[in-house]
């Protein structure tokens, strides 16, 4: 795997009662540093799109709206997507293989690269020593074994040797609260 043509994309959604739903993607090198970034405007359903949508209205805006949109406006080819908001992993387009990654407060596993399986589509990954694993979910009908997975692995453990993994979802969620607060 060539480093300097890795890429991890960081996507986030949100949902504020008074902004509406909106959404932003970063993609990072394997250290970490910007190469893209997009960002939704909120988007506020009407009355009528409420009630026409029920209770599956969060879900459209956020996986056929938002991040369709998203991944479909980047310049760069991704191919792995890191998500906080599981609903996401329901996005099934461009062939982006998303995932939900996560923070654990689990005690480290020995080195990294070891890997402790939760259920056959859920992991935890250790990504750096003396730090706390991620929990990596994927789809419902993805098994963690396989060429696809060990290159998700090989990915992150490259980066964890830079950063923490998931702290890019931190700045994505930072970035997206100054759009909502009107700051940028």
Known sequence: MNDEN???????????????????????????????????????????????????????????????????????????????????????????????????????????GDIQRIKKNEVLLQTAHAKAPVRLLFREDFECEGDVFREVIDKLLKAGTFMDVDEPLCRVQKTLDLVCEQKI
């Open 6 to 112: 890795t890429k991890l994309a960081y996507g986030i959604t949100l949902s504020s009662s008074t902004k509406g739903y909106l959404g932003a993607i970063l993609i990072t090198d394997y250290k970490g540093f910007p190469l893209e970034f997009r960002y939704t405007d909120p988007i506020v359903p009407t009355k009528i799109q409420q009630v026409l949508y029920g209770e599956g209205l969060e879900k459209y805006l956020k996986i056929d709206v938002i991040a369709d949109s998203l991944v479909k406006a980047l310049s760069a080819d991704i191919s792995v997507l890191f998500v906080q908001d599981e609903d996401l992993l329901e996005y099934k387009g461009k062939d982006v293989l998303l995932l939900r990654l996560t923070p654990t407060q689990s005690a480290p596993l020995s080195n990294p």
